[in-house]
């Protein structure tokens, strides 16, 4: 039997990914390889929806990749590739944003929270429209599902509605994706702001990076916002801070939420703080110590993204052609 595709893929925007990121959707990467046909993506062509630096948007390129194998993909089940090797994200993209309404586009929240602070007159375009190249991403390889975190359930909602209309038109063309969103770890807040999720935009100190050394992750954990009743339980309405701590905990050690506050109840914030610092250096330190390895051989890294990327293109090549044909065009000679 063949296995069903799937998709997925982050930006390299930064120089590491962190805890939302990993726990949010890599960890679910990593667990649903063998029962899908995966392909997972680093996406540059949205990275340049913002400003970027050219010299770090290719060192961050290779960090994500390095960042995807040492937290568990496996580059013989699944593809890994860039989004700028395979052409047909871009020419799908525009397919796709022929047939989304321009209110339809207007109301990704995304887009609203990304210019709140600067103002829409001075977005780009492409910041605008980065919805529309997520639903070509996925499209184009028929996936059945797409583990995300919950902040992306917007995006997948409209790929599937942009699916189901070119379907209707055009004739049976896409595969209607399910967005994966694992309960627990959907979203992973801030540290020191328990009700924002944890973001590249957020406060630095709130931020706990994969790439992070062993002291940096302990001091963010010990300086992590709590309260003041020095109570542990678990409410997220009233305790967000202690909460998100707690769901941390039990992310990353597998331990229920009811045996940690079992054992912490009554001992006060600085062990739990100091414990759970320590489960997160168990959990983080041989990531970060495989991506440097990784790192340290540039040619074997883009080896295994020129195998990915030829992976991708020969399903992305064979959905474009359909659609293409399914809307008009001529083929070339
Ligand atoms: P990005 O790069 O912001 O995030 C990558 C993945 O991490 C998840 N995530 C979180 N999960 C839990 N808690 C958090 N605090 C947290 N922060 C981030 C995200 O939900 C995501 O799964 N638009 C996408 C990238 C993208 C994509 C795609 C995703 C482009 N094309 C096609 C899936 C399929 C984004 O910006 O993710």
Known sequence: MTKPNLLSGMQPSAGSLHLGNYLGALVNWASMQ???????????????????????????????????????IDTDKSALFVQSHVPAHAQLAWVLQCITGMGEAGRMTQFKDKT????????????????????????????????????QRQHIELTRDLAIRFNSRFGDTFVVPEAAIQKENAKIYDLQNPTAKMSK???????????????????????????????????????????????LFSAMTGRSIEDLVG?????????????????AVAAIEPIRTRAEELLADAAQLDAILADGAARANEVAEATLAKVYDRVGFIAAR
């Open 34 to 72: 063998d029962a899908y046909n995966a392909f997972y993506c680093i996406v540059d062509l949205h990275a340049i929806t913002v400003p970027q630096d050219p010299a770090e948007l290719r060192a961050n390129t290779r960090r994500t990749a390095a960042q995807y194998i040492a937290a568990g």
């Open 263 to 279: 054992q912490y109840a009554g001992g006060g914030y600085g062990a739990l703080k100091g414990d759970l610092a320590e489960a």
């Open 116 to 151: 709140q602070k600067n103002g829409v007159d001075s977005a780009s375009v492409g910041l605008y429209t980065y919805p529309i190249l997520q639903a070509a991403d996925i499209l184009l390889y028929q996936p059945k599902a797409v583990p995300v975190g919950e902040d």
């Open 201 to 247: 935009s957020g406060d630095p100190k709130g931020l706990v990076n994969i790439m992070d050394d062993n002291a940096t992750i302990v001091k963010k954990f010990k300086s992590a916002v709590t309260d003041t009743d020095g109570e542990i339980r678990f409410d997220r309405e009233a305790k967000p801070g202690v909460s998100n701590l707690l769901s």
